[in-house]
């Protein structure tokens, strides 16, 4: 069977929100295709496909901006929990 999924992780060089980085990886049968990176604002395509969806996603303004936002609502909690 194929499988697609998405990794969500948070890069953390100090607790200030301008020193981490939110990336999402997008994936299929273990291969990274795309990821976007809130250092960037914008996805970045490693595959054929991979560029495709990046293209398409990066068009997406509202899509980029909730994803933009998710570096301070979930990488910033859990700085602030630790």
């Given at each position: 069977?194929?499988?697609i999924y998405e990794l969500?992780?948070?890069?953390?060089?100090?607790?200030?929100?301008k020193d981490i980085e939110f990336i999402r990886s997008e994936y299929f049968n273990k291969?990274?295709?795309?990821?976007?990176s809130s250092s960037l604002g914008k996805f970045v395509g490693y595959t054929?496909?991979?560029l495709k969806h990046s293209n398409?996603?990066?068009k997406d303004n509202s899509l980029l901006?909730?994803?933009r936002a998710l570096k301070e609502t979930y990488?910033?909690?859990h700085v602030d929990n630790a």
């Open positions: 069977g194929f499988r969500d992780r948070c890069e953390f060089n100090s607790s200030d929100l291969v990274e295709l795309a990821r976007f054929e496909d991979g398409y996603w990066n901006a909730g994803l990488c910033k909690q």
